[in-house]
Structure formats: structure tokens, C-alpha cells
């Protein structure tokens, strides 16, 4: 936005002719050269409209920023100190950026936005996003299966949630044994059975869970599925990497 010099500046200057100044950049306007006739130092309505729609739009940005940043960091289930770490910005920046009181310069909305994983548009988004719709066929599902054959998992999954979030529709026929290596530290495994029973083992102890029950166990040590019954088992597996510790 241009504004008029004030009073101070007027002395010596030549009769119908404007002056500016903008980021410390001067320039004029001659109205005997360009016809212009409009007073100076009076902002039109037209730019006034126009100023109160960028300071709306702004207020509106800044509120839908810190509403995002916060639901971003609660479904990724980190504190302020943990984005503060991942994100090298400030925890109380981040915390007076969820309240809406302050605004932060492009480089802190980039840094959050990389420890949130997702694109400064997404962050910087203000209407409602359109429905999220995405199907991956029978043949497109990858399928991981046991070193002794009789045990698989079909990765149902998002990929992009793979780091924290995993889903499994796990099937395993009589017999079957899947031995995992233990996950990242407060790792939580959640076993729902739909057929037939299985046998969870987590260093040293063991623990049955049947078709509608649901078995959860820290999965940060070794841990072994078996099927010990005499038919096939299916299961829904949800592995949380980024649960919160478990003492």
C-alpha cells in the first residue's frame, strides 16, 4: 500500500504533483502529464475496502494456523516440547502460535510443517478440504507372509502413516507361527480376532485372545502370534509406533 508524505515534506514542491513513498523507494505523479486531479494523502474507498479484506484475510489466516498446527501435533500425539525438538522452534512460539498470538514468519511455518509432515499449503489451508477419497484394489495390497509360510499380513495401511500407524489384516493357518522383532521404545500392538483363536507371546508371557476379543500388548520386545488351534485364524492388527512409554 503507497501512503502520502506528511506536512513536513511539503515545502519545495512543485504545484500538481503527487508524491509517494513506498519501502523507502520515492516516486511521483505529475498531473499535468498524467491528467490526475485527485487529492493527496486521501485513501479512495476502494482501497480502503480493500485494506479492511487483507487484514481479514490475514486475522483469518493466523486463527486457521494455529488451529492446524495444533490438531496436526495432537494426531500425531507430540507434546509442545517433542514438535519444539523435531521442529527447532521455540516451544513458547508454537504454543502462542496455537493461540493466535503471534504470526510467524515463513521459515518457523516451514519448520513445522516438515516436523508435521505435511506441505505448507496444508498448513497455511483455510476452507474446508474436499472429501478424501482413495481405494486400493485386492491385487494393489501388498501381502507380507511368515518364514514358515502359514502366516500372512495384508498391509491395509496408509504408507504415509507407516512410520507411527500400521494396519494389518493378519491370517494365519493351524500351526502358524509369526515371530516379530521388538519395535521402537512405548510401541503398542492391538490384535482384534474375527475366526478362530490365537496365542500372543511377549517376552515370556503368553496370553490367548478368541474371535470378538481384543488383545493389546506393548510390541517393544520380541513378540510371537500363534495359531495353536485346529483352524484357520483371522485377525485386524493396528501397530502404534509412536504410543506414548509405557512404565
Not at 39 to 50: L, T
Not at 117 to 143: G, H, M, W, Y
Amino acid at each position: 500500500m503507497t501512503r502520502a508524505f506528511g506536512d513536513k515534506a511539503a515545502a519545495g514542491r512543485r504545484p500538481g504533483v503527487r508524491y509517494f513513498e513506498r519501502k523507502r523507494i520515492s516516486c511521483r505523479i505529475d498531473s499535468e502529464r498524467t491528467g490526475a486531479t485527485k487529492a493527496p494523502g486521501i485513501m479512495g474507498v476502494e482501497g480502503q475496502d480493500k485494506q479492511k479484506m487483507l487484514e481479514a484475510g490475514a486475522l483469518a489466516l493466523s486463527g486457521q494456523l494455529g488451529a492446524t498446527v495444533q490438531r496436526l501435533r495432537k494426531a500425531y500425539n507430540l507434546s509442545l516440547s517433542e514438535l519444539s525438538q523435531q521442529s527447532g522452534v521455540a516451544k513458547s512460539i508454537i504454543s502462542q502460535i496455537e493461540r493466535n498470538e503471534t504470526n510467524p514468519t515463513l521459515a518457523t511455518i516451514w519448520r513445522l510443517a516438515q516436523a508435521l509432515d505435511v506441505s505448507i499449503d496444508r498448513v497455511l489451508q483455510t476452507t474446508e478440504e474436499e472429501p478424501f477419497l482413495e481405494k486400493t484394489s485386492k491385487a494393489d495390497t501388498p501381502i507380507l507372509v511368515s518364514n514358515d509360510g502359514k502366516c500372512r499380513l495384508a498391509i491395509i495401511g496408509w504408507i504415509k502413516t507407516v512410520e507411527w500407524l500400521q494396519c494389518y489384516e493378519f491370517s494365519a493357518d493351524p500351526g502358524g507361527a509369526l515371530e516379530s522383532d521388538a519395535h521402537q521404545r512405548g510401541s503398542v500392538e492391538s490384535l482384534s480376532v474375527r475366526e478362530g483363536e490365537l496365542e500372543v507371546e511377549v517376552a515370556g508371557a503368553t496370553s490367548s485372545v478368541k474371535a470378538g476379543e481384543t488383545l493389546r500388548y506393548r510390541c517393544d520386545k520380541p513378540h510371537v502370534i500363534r495359531n495353536l488351534g485346529k483352524t484357520p485364524a483371522q485377525a485386524t492388527m493396528v501397530c502404534i509406533l509412536r504410543a506414548a512409554a509405557m512404565e
